[in-house]
């Protein structure tokens, strides 16, 4: 089949610009017709065409691998809430700091913008499904906005939002329900012809929110609020600061990027790596600047500065010096020289 695929603007906040995934390695494994896939989409997600009738579901699918696989989707993140549910074989399955091997009948849930992996290095054979739910969130603590075509009733809505993100329960396993409800969304994927089956597609998501309801509202449910404290937003800002640390960067720009008031910024900032924000910036820099200058031998001293983010070279070599008892030129020689010995 042809996958359809539509670009769309990155989300972008003041010079961390966030990707949601593509699929690449899947769309490269239909190619080669190592795995059968169908899926209904939109933006740059692939499979045919979601309507208007369906906003705020961005992807709903499966793949079906009943042959040894070479690929896998390696550290990505998506931009809504993603449910993921093995109905046959295994799936190796890593979120943040959680690895497991998902067998039938376990669903995986995965928060706005949480990183996770499928595969290890490759994926597993089996049939695999997921939803992508758009809930209009861009940092963990901002409220969640669902879709107007969710039905729970406001209670049951707001529980099961708050089991969502207040508990770190992530992988679930699941009932012959479930799994019947599953079946039922491949058949109306499979049929789907331009929108026809909006309607069911609509009903089955919210038969399996329901259905989560019942699995997750257990009397021993323990809710965590910190899971959607600004703390989550600063540390997720942090971990996507280091693709972008050639940008400008003020106090004021890095706390207003995570979504969070400066004072806050730089109290989590402290707790969570016991560097303010501009000392944690600086020797984020000098790391990627000791790297580059081993790996890339033909790069001059000023081209480094500029790609670390360093104003001038001789700003950068101020600093350097002073951190690492050497300058960039005798780190570089240095560095040269031990490698030449050790070969």
């Not at 795995?35 to 989409?41: D, G, N, P």
């Not at 995986?108 to 597993?124: D, F, L, M, Q, S």
């Not at 969640?144 to 089991?163: Q, Y």
């Not at 600086?282 to 001293?301: A, F, G, Q, Y």
């Amino acid at each position: 089949m042809k996958i359809n695929t539509q670009e769309i603007q990155p989300y972008k906040a003041d010079g961390v610009v966030y990707h949601a995934d593509t699929c690449l390695p899947l769309i490269d494994a239909v190619k080669r017709n190592k795995v059968k896939f169908k899926a209904l989409a939109r933006h740059t997600y692939p499979g045919d065409r979601l309507d208007e009738n369906t906003l705020g579901l961005n992807s709903i699918g499966y793949w079906d691998a009943n042959e040894p696989q070479d690929w896998g989707l390696d550290w990505h993140r998506n931009e809504g809430l993603e449910f993921h549910f093995l109905e046959s074989g295994s799936m190796p399955y890593l979120q943040e700091n959680k690895e497991a091997i998902l067998t039938p009948n376990h669903l995986t849930i995965t928060r706005p913008w949480e990183a996770h992996k499928v595969g290890n290095p490759y994926i597993g054979m089996g049939k695999f499904y997921w939803v992508i739910i758009d809930l209009e969130v861009r940092r963990p603590h901002q409220n969640w906005a669902w879709p107007d075509w969710i039905t729970l009733t406001n209670n049951d809505l707001e529980r099961l939002t708050a089991i969502l993100r207040q508990n770190e329960k992530s992988i679930l396993k699941t009932n012959q329900s479930v799994r019947d409800c599953f079946s039922k969304i491949s058949k109306a994927i499979d049929t789907d012809e331009k929108g026809s089956n909006a309607s069911k597609i609509r009903l089955l998501i919210n038969y399996l929110l329901v259905l989560l309801l019942d699995l997750l509202n257990t009397d021993d449910m323990v809710l965590n609020e910190s899971l959607t404290d600004s703390s989550r937003s600063v540390k997720f800002f942090l971990n996507e600061l280091e693709k972008n640390l050639s940008e400008n960067w003020t106090i004021e720009l890095m706390a207003q990027s995570a979504g969070v008031g400066l004072t806050r910024f730089t109290h989590h900032c402290k707790q969570l790596t016991n560097l303010t924000p501009m000392r944690y910036l600086t020797m984020k820099r000098l790391e990627m600047s000791k790297e580059i200058l081993k790996d890339e031998e033909e790069l001059s001293i000023a081209q480094i500065a500029y790609m670390c983010g360093f104003t001038t070279s001789q700003y950068f070599a101020t600093v350097f010096k002073k951190h690492e008892k050497c300058s960039p030129n005798q780190y570089r020689l240095k560095y040269a020289i031990e490698n030449f010995q050790f070969a």
